[in-house]
């Protein structure tokens, strides 16, 4: 006879309820390069997060989107299995586990490592994600909401684990026409290297990709110094303060956008007077003050490009691009304050021209003043930058492309290293480009060491 009690608190994580266990040896994983699992004792699960527990969550852990799955592990304690077996009689206790929490469970005075199945759990969230569907309908419009379709936050900036203290941000901020699905395979590469398991969280930033370059900069960086206000608000965790940020494609020039002082210059592109000469409601000037000027973010430290269009695409410029450009509609918070301007303003001739917003297809065209501004700032002092660019097989690099971004494009100058490698532009899952970004992330990490003090190894 057998007597299994469930420890219950097993089935809460991060405050959220988890339900519907399922082995994850039941799983097929598609769309990932590898699959992989923590080798150990223990019956490795996949839960599912209870919906509609977001509203009541604390703020660390709003952020978290309740399409998240989690790898858990039931591991069956006998408290005296010698004894009970000479009675006839088993007693133990079914203790639940995630790989968040602990590693390693102790029986009779030995650590043994857990067992739990993290491909699984990252090919089950992604199986039935709404994420695909934002790819294409977060491009077209500007006001689709990213919130709408991950249960989390209204800003864009995701947690798919909840905020470990002293682990170092590696924020990911996706391109045109994409979403954080696109960096799966990356994501799957990281968790199951125990260094960087260690010493780092992954963040994940969704944004809608046709809306203004600078206008959605603005919003990671408002996303980012709000979650540093939520999770450390005095300011103690050292780790939140040596964040690397990882943009692909248009998702890198949002990332340039954390790392440079541009001044007025992007004002004096779209007004004649200053931002402060003109009239306009509170709001309104905070939100072109955020989309126009910018200066380092204090606590990011490293920033990566992956196949980022620095001096524009060429598809940007040709009709194919005028065609995308023309089918994407801005959110009216946009468009409702540019209004608000031009009628405060009526008699200033405040801005330059209001034929049109421009999209960020329009940014991206090489003949672009906002790509032509961006391309000249340097990385500021102090945030150390890295570039992987993809090329196909010409072998002249003048000529060379990723058959979106040239690599004369991709290329600057000022970098820590570039990383060449052939791939199309869709790079950010290739295994060469992975291995760089491991490689950097180790870098940055023992760099770092010196002025941190860094977690113990997760038991």
């Not at 309740?66 to 790898?71: A, F, G, R, T």
């Not at 050292?238 to 949002?254: D, F, P």
Request: charged share 25%; hydrophobic share 40%.
């Amino acid at each position: 006879m057998l007597d299994v009690a469930l420890q219950s608190d097993g089935l809460e994580w991060a405050g959220y309820r988890l339900e519907e266990l399922v082995p994850a040896a039941d799983l097929r994983v598609r769309g990932l390069r590898n699959r992989y699992r923590r080798a150990g004792i223990g019956a490795p699960l996949v839960a599912r997060v209870a919906p509609g527990q977001v509203e009541r969550q604390e703020a660390a852990n709003r952020r978290i989107p309740d399409l998240v799955k989690v790898p858990i592990t039931a591991f069956l304690r006998l408290e005296m299995p010698r004894a009970d077996l000479s009675d006839g009689w088993l007693a133990g206790t079914l203790e639940l586990y995630s790989q968040d929490d602990v590693l390693e469970v102790e029986v009779d005075g030995v650590a043994w490592p857990l067992e739990f199945e993290t491909s699984s759990a990252l090919a089950y969230m992604l199986g039935d994600s709404p994420w695909w569907d934002f790819e294409l309908a977060g491009f077209l419009s500007g006001a689709f909401r990213p919130n709408a379709q991950s249960g989390a936050d209204d800003d864009g900036l995701l947690l798919v684990h909840p905020y470990r203290p002293g682990r170092i941000p590696i924020v990911l901020v996706h391109g045109t026409a994409s979403s954080p699905a696109r960096w799966a395979d990356l994501v799957n590469e990281l968790e199951i290297d125990r260094e960087i398991w260690d010493h780092y969280q992954v963040w994940l930033y969704m944004y809608n990709t046709g809306n203004p370059i600078g206008y959605s900069a603005g919003l990671l960086r408002h996303a980012l110094e709000s979650a540093l206000r939520e999770l450390d608000p005095l300011g103690t965790d050292a780790a939140l303060r040596r964040m690397v940020v990882i943009g692909h494609s248009q998702g890198g020039l949002l990332t340039k956008l954390t790392a440079v002082d541009s001044g007025d210059r992007f004002w004096k592109l779209t007004a004649k007077r200053s931002i402060d000469e003109l009239q306009m409601n509170d709001e309104t000037r905070e939100v072109l003050r955020r989309s126009a000027f910018f200066t380092p973010e204090p606590f990011v430290k490293r920033v990566i490009f992956v196949c980022t269009p620095h001096r524009g695409s060429y598809l940007a410029g040709m009709t194919l691009g005028r065609i995308a450009s023309s089918l994407v509609s801005l959110p009216s918070e946009l468009t409702g304050r540019m209004v608000e301007v031009v009628t405060m303003n009526r008699g200033a001739r405040a801005l330059r021209s209001f034929d049109t917003i421009p999209t960020s297809i329009d940014n991206m065209a090489p003949s672009s003043g906002f790509i032509r501004t961006l391309a000249a700032l340097p990385i500021a002092p102090g945030i150390a930058a890295n570039s992987i660019i993809a090329v196909d097989d010409t072998d002249e690099l003048d000529e060379a492309s990723d058959g979106v971004v040239r690599y004369t494009s991709a290329h600057i100058e000022g970098v820590e290293s570039e990383k060449i490698i052939r791939s199309g532009h869709s790079a950010q899952g290739n295994p060469t480009a992975i291995e760089e970004i491991r490689r950097i992330l180790l870098r940055h990490l023992h760099e770092t060491e010196p002025e941190l003090s860094l977690p113990e190894r997760s038991p």
